[in-house]
């Protein structure tokens, strides 16, 4: 498809999952033009994007001169999760540039202080929170970058922490828990970005600090990812795309396209604000128990299956499989 729009991402150059997010969307969208990088606490680098034309924030959020500025020369101007400076989306359109924001429907605020003309929503749960206008695009992900490989044997489980995630999330504790409560002989890995308390276990092998995606994944038969909530998990399909199975958690979105025997049902589910000027969402709580047993049951067998049901799904979801879909609906909307 022709190259004929120009796109201005708020963007993150630090290492959360926004910032990998970031460097994907750069990395795959050529009509990304030019990035207005924000930055916090994190280890933060900008260079990162050095064939991009990049403003970088210089009090770490956008001002509103830096916004200014930001706007010349684009057409659409795109924000994940946040613009982090909700003038931005009226100052792009007093400039005559269209506006997106890709929500994570967890961290949505109860008012908008200002609507953006499209919500692109890349997970299907954040469709059910997100009011309209909004158009479903899958997040997609780069096979280059991660390449298939075949596991045929459910030895090695592989834990990434991250930073834990917002409210524990990612189930760190009930992980952590649930693994002397695992009879089989196993491995487990665990990365964390943060320090937390490990357990004296043999089996298990911990890791903290920040790891190149290299380093992460490595090693490992099944990717063990139990997020209690959120939408969008780059994570998962990175496994999926390297054939790992994973095992996950029965919920929405993970329940659509993992197989139920790879899945830990929830204990209960309760309604949690991650801040009181956030929407309402539900969590998905786990036990150690059964998290001990969903282990156990798959420990040691077979799953070549699954490695290649995985890959299956990772081509469907790829970049190339879907990159022409998005360069669509967003030149539509920049030629409203």
Known sequence: ???????????????????NQTQDWVNNLPQITKLLLVWGELPFDPNVFQDKETIVCKQGMPSIEEIK???????????????????AFSIAKSAGVKTILA???????????????????????????IPEPKVYLQQPLDRNQFEFKLRTKAKTFLFNNGNGGVLGRNSLSEFVQAIPLVKSDVKFIIHSQVPFDTINDSRVTAKIGNFSLAEIWKEGDVFVHLRKF???????????????????VDRKPENEFLPKELLVEP????PIKIREDLIEIEASIISPLKI?????????TDISK??????KQAEKWSWDNLRDKWIEEITKLARR
């Open 69 to 87: 500025d930001f706007v010349k020369d684009i057409d659409v101007l795109m924000a994940i999760e946040t613009p982090y400076n909700w003038n």
């Open 230 to 248: 959120g939408a969008n998990s780059l994570p998962i399909q990175e496994a999926m795309s390297l054939g790992m199975p994973i095992l996950g």
């Open 306 to 311: 699954y490695s290649k049901m995985m890959d």
């Open 267 to 270: 204990e209960k589910t309760m």
């Open 1 to 19: 498809m022709k190259n004929d729009i120009r796109i201005g991402l708020i963007a993150r150059a630090d290492a959360t999952g926004l910032g």
């Open 103 to 129: 929500p994570n429907y967890e961290f949505f605020p109860n008012a908008i202080p200002e609507e953006p003309d499209l919500y692109l929503c890349y997970n299907p749960l954040t469709m059910d929170y």
């Open 292 to 300: 001990a047993e969903k282990i156990d049951e798959i420990a040691n």
